[in-house]
Nanobody
Framework: QVQLVESGGGLVQAGGSLRLSCAAS????????MGWFRQAPGKEREFVAA????????RYADSVKGRFTISRDNAKNTVYLQMNSLKPEDTAVYYC???????????????WGQGTQVTVSS
C-alpha cells in the first residue's frame, strides 16, 4: 500500500512558476512508476508527466513539454513537478499517482493522492 500527499499548489499569475511535491509513504514507494495528472473543471482527468523509479526516463504530455519538469528524490520518497511559464489553461487540480510494475507509457495507476489546486490567473 502506498499513500500519496501532494503539496505546493496555489494561485499564480500567467508566466509564473510553481513546484508541486508528492510525498509517498510505503516500504517500496521508491520502486514505483510515478506520475502527475490534472483535471480542470468540466473536463476529464488528463496525463501530465511520468517518471520511472530510477528517474532516468520521463514522459510528458505535449501541452507541457518544455515548460514542466518531473523529478524524484527516492531518498526522500518524494516526486516533484516544476511548472514554469504557466498559462491560464494549466488551471486544474493536480494529482500524484503511483504504479507498480508498469511501463513508462502506461496511464494505469494503482494509487492516487487527494490532489492540489493550481490556479493561473491571466
Amino acid at each position: 500500500q502506498v499513500q500519496l500527499v501532494e503539496s505546493g499548489g496555489g494561485l499564480v499569475q500567467a508566466g509564473g512558476s510553481l513546484r508541486l511535491s508528492c510525498a509517498a509513504s510505503g516500504r517500496t514507494a521508491s520502486t514505483y512508476l510515478m506520475g502527475w495528472f490534472r483535471q480542470a473543471p468540466g473536463k476529464e482527468r488528463e496525463f501530465v508527466a511520468a517518471i520511472t523509479w530510477s528517474g532516468s526516463n520521463t514522459r510528458y504530455a505535449d501541452s507541457v513539454k518544455g515548460r514542466f519538469t518531473i523529478s524524484r528524490d527516492n531518498a526522500k520518497n518524494t516526486v516533484y513537478l516544476q511548472m514554469n511559464s504557466l498559462k491560464p489553461e494549466d488551471t486544474a487540480v493536480y494529482y500524484c499517482a503511483a504504479a507498480r510494475g508498469r511501463g513508462l507509457s502506461s496511464n494505469a495507476y494503482d494509487y492516487w493522492g487527494q490532489g492540489t489546486q493550481v490556479t493561473v490567473s491571466s
